[in-house]
């Protein structure tokens, strides 16, 4: 999930927005964790499984 669709339950308001000291804190934290932490396993082992696939196609064109 990204920052720009939670809400502040302190302040009321966007995260991304961050009006307040919590806003700006959250906003902070889901920055640094980075991109592939909301994703879940299944999504993950999709992914894997995909570019495997991609990786098997371009060595199988390459033979």
Avoid: K, W
């Avoid at 995260?15 to 991109?35: F, L, T, W, Y």
């Avoid at 299944?42 to 390459?62: D, E, F, N, P």
């Amino acid at each position: 999930m990204t920052y720009d669709r939670l809400v502040c339950a302190n302040c009321a308001a966007p995260i991304s927005e961050g009006r307040c000291r919590v806003c700006r804190a959250s906003r902070e934290r889901m920055q640094e964790e980075g991109p592939f932490v909301g994703l879940n396993p299944a999504m993950l082992i999709a992914l894997m499984v995909i570019l495997v696939a991609a990786l098997a196609l371009l060595a199988h064109q390459a033979v």
